[in-house]
T-cell receptor, first 114, second 115 residues
């Protein structure tokens, strides 16, 4: 079955440490997205990518970095510059416009700073 | 920039009753998509319904329907015959149809269903 796989499900980070969240899709979607979810804030866009080797900053990109070396993969690195990284992170991909146009979401990664 | 506003942080409904969740958005575009997503306690995002702005007919999916008022920039979700499994966070989202605009979300409405 096609879908998006995020790993790990839970991640703990020490102060000053960089961590990478994995996002892999086998849907052949060109566009991929990273969102951060905090209580009462909805989903806020961190980074997005429309094609391989290209990506754009979202509304809250500071302290995060991404890469898009393969169509299937869009990993997110939370750097030590991100002062408040504890949150739930969702990865998504988007199908091409058409009858089944829409977004597919992964099951998320819960990141906690310890 | 486009914004999406959900003015009801929390709502509750009796089982088998009907509830309407509100959503307004701000845009200067004429062609766009609107979505309602459900996020249950598992936190998996589930598409409830989608509306293309160029379609005047309101979208319907079983017990879920929308009231799309383009001029008023309003996109409310009606849930009929509410069930316990409908309890979740509901997010309204917007995507313009020009360029590379991403999906923009409202802050969500937490729906409780009372047995």
């Amino acid at each position: 079955d096609g879908g998006i796989t995020q790993s790990p499900k839970y991640l703990f980070r020490k102060e000053g440490q960089n961590v990478t969240l994995s996002c892999e899709q086998n849907l052949n979607h060109d566009a991929m997205y990273w969102y951060r979810q905090d209580p009462g804030q909805g989903l806020r866009l961190i980074y997005y990518s429309q094609i391989v080797n290209d990506f754009q900053k979202g509304d809250i990109a500071e302290g995060y970095s991404v890469s898009r070396e393969k169509k299937e993969s869009f990993p997110l690195t939370v750097t030590s510059a991100q002062k408040n990284p504890t949150a739930f992170y969702l990865c998504a991909s988007r199908s091409a416009p058409g009858i089944n146009y829409g977004y597919t979401f992964g099951s998320g990664t819960r990141l906690t700073v310890v | 920039a486009q914004t999406v506003t959900q003015s009801q942080p929390e709502m509750s409904v009796q089982e088998a009753e009907t509830v309407t969740l509100s959503c307004t958005y701000d845009t200067s575009e004429s062609d766009y998509y609107l979505f309602w997503y459900k996020q249950p306690p598992s936190r998996q995002m589930i598409l409830v319904i989608r509306q293309e702005a160029y379609k005047q007919q309101n979208a319907t999916e079983n017990r879920f329907s929308v009231n799309f008022q383009k001029a008023a920039k309003s996109f409310s979700l009606k849930i009929s015959d509410s069930q316990l499994g409908d309890a979740a966070m509901y997010f309204c989202a917007y995507r313009g149809n020009s360029g590379n605009t991403p999906l923009v979300f409202g802050k969500g409405t937490r729906l409780s269903v009372i047995a």
